[in-house]
């Protein structure tokens, strides 16, 4: 081996932060249904611990091994409401109360699918289950929900999208004492992945394996140590946008080995199969680990500036290219994330003016997700909320990619007031609103979107 | 009754010593199994692992390669294998890391790793040093006992660092083979 690797190697562990971003177990509950839901509880419990009550363990001990940190361990779930068929929303809470602690007592800080799949109807108790979601997301530390709503295959359940309109505005309110933080637990998406490792919206999916893991890739900070020492080492004079591309391609694929290579040993290791490598960048609050940054290198001042969205379709593409070859399965949502909150540089476009809704949903057609922990005004009505979700979904379904919206009408909060969580789910000032209050009667309509011509395949 | 042997070369560099060493052991219908082979500050050094189809005298092998020295510019040593594997089980069987090391150059780095090593029983299976500038690197490959455990090894490794003006950095090798190369192990 080059000595030249080595040391490239090192480099990108010790001054570009390389790390695994999850290892995700996803385990099957299907088979926990008991007789009774107090039964059912008991089943949820006992089958979390102990298929990963030595999870965190064997993570920390591989990541030892390897000298490579996992950043967060979590696990996903079948989405409930498949379990909880015929139950009512006091039976949805008490079994979000086991996963809550299950998660707790096998040390993860976040446990992924308390959803419900909704994109072509609802059955009594996916109606009982979103009854259930201000409590869940209020009385819960560690649980959350996501929900489908669309698929390119599909369409779009509207009468399900004003429920999540309504929801958003619910579970806010229901944590009006945490700046309406219950809703940053809250996705809903079109084209939901069932292998996604990342939260709020990992699911285990029900074409999976009884348990798999699947594995989330390190965080932008290596592409952007990877271009700004490029740019010293060659030049910005010799350098053009496709060596630059060249460069993020390469650099996805030393990640996304690391990915890889960790996923398979904790796999070995748990005697569990192993999914996916997710190749998406995922930026975290931290200085230094934003998506955000690598729009300023490659050239634009402010995130959301004209060029923006040109930056990020390459950005997620050349992460494809690089990350695909360099795993055996690819999967999740795979792409660039840009979650205005925990990105600190969206969230500084967003409080000088740069970065609006508008330019943000545009941007979302090239990324891997939608809008992602954006904060609203806690004014805006639900029906505006399910407007704006309506059109990140017909994003997603016309492109025959995943989207998602995961907003946060933050309670008592006005457009330029700042809003912080704490901790990965960071901070920004709330974003303005154009235009709210004028989708009512769209919203009002119901029923669902069509299928859009492209799904007619067979 | 076949017979291995190991070949160490030694030499003023100059074009066609591979092609030397390698006649000779074809001429004895030897077959040449490995080789290493490195250039420092002028000298080339090689060693080899040849096996014999019959059981040739290391004597007549030596004999033949002291041929082609031409004065002292060319040593060779020959030895035979003898077992293929004569390191203790446990330690044949441990993980491989690479430790990095940076520091400034000053005398006794290279015995002070080694002596660590040495002391715990760790096998060193590659050692390269780089002199850049004021900046002293060494890179070496190191196989650890079973019984050892790495974040032992790192701790320690830390401490020798320390008294020696060091910055050293362990990773699993397969974290470079994994990264590097293109197919997966």
Known sequence: MKSDHILSTINMIQKENLDVRTVTMGINLLDCRGRDIEETCNLIYRKITSKAGNFVETCNSISRKFGIPVVNKRISITPIAHLGAGYKSDDFLRMAKSLDQAASDVGIDILGGFSAQVEKGLTPWEREYFKSLPRVLSETERVCASVNVGTSQKGINMDALAICGQTVKDVAEATRAQNGFGAAKFVVFCNQPGDNPFMAGAIHGLEEADTVLNVGVSGPGVIARALERLIEETGKENLTLDLIAEEIKQTTFRVTRCGELIGREVSKAMNIEFGIVDLSLAPTPTIGDSVGEIFQILGVDDVGAPGSTAILAMLNDAVKKGGIFASKTVGGLSGAFIPVMEDSVLADAVGNGSLCLEKLESMTCVCSVGLDMVAIPGSVDAETIAAIIADEMALGMINNKTTAARLIPVPGMEAGDFVSFGGLFGASPVMPVRNSGKSSRFIQWGGRIPAPIHSFKN | ?185
């Open chain 2, 1 to 185: 009754m076949k017979k291995q042997v190991v070949i160490s070369v030694l030499s003023k560099d100059r074009p066609g010593i591979i092609a030397d060493i390698a006649n000779v052991i074809y001429e004895l219908n030897g077959d040449l199994a490995d080789m290493s082979q490195s250039v420092l500050s002028g000298f080339f050094s090689m060693i080899i692992l040849a096996n014999f189809d019959r059981n040739l005298p290391v004597d007549e092998i030596t004999r033949k390669l002291d041929s082609l020295s031409t004065g002292p510019e060319l040593t060779c040593v020959v030895k035979e294998t003898g077992e293929k594997n004569n390191l203790a089980g446990n330690q044949a069987k441990g993980d491989v890391y690479v430790v990095t090391a940076k520091g400034k150059n000053r005398t006794g780095l290279v015995a002070a790793m080694g002596s660590y090593c040495g002391g715990r029983e760790i096998n060193i299976l590659g050692y390269e040093t780089k002199l850049s500038g004021d900046a002293y690197y060494m890179m070496l490959d190191i196989q650890l006992p079973e019984n050892l455990s790495p974040d032992t090894v790192r701790e320690e490794l830390a401490g020798t660092a320390g008294q020696l003006g060091l910055s050293i950095v362990m990773q699993h090798k397969s974290l470079f083979e994994t990264v590097n190369e293109v197919s997966l192990r």
